[in-house]
C-alpha cells in the first residue's frame, strides 16, 4: 500500500534530512521528530494523514 509519488518522496528524504541535521546542529531538538517522520514516510512511500484526506500522490488508486 502506498500513496506518496516519486518526487513526493524525494522531497520528503531532502526535508527529512534537512531537518534532522537541523536538530542536530541547533538547540531545537523537536526538529528531529519532524525530520524522523518525513523521513519515515519517503521510506515506506505511506503517510497517514494521505490516507485520512483521501490524498495520492503518485501511487495507482487500486493500490489504497
Known amino acids: 500500500m502506498c500513496n506518496i509519488g516519486k518526487i513526493d518522496r524525494i522531497i520528503r528524504a531532502i526535508l527529512g534530512l534537512g531537518l534532522l541535521a537541523a536538530a542536530a546542529l541547533t538547540p531545537y531538538w ?4 519532524v525530520g524522523a517522520i518525513a523521513l519515515g514516510t519517503s521510506l515506506i512511500s505511506f503517510c497517514p494523514l494521505y490516507m485520512v484526506l483521501r490524498l495520492n500522490t503518485g501511487c495507482k488508486a487500486k493500490d489504497l
Not at 523537536?30 to 521528530?33: D, E, M, N, P, T
Open 30 to 33: 523537536y526538529l528531529s521528530i
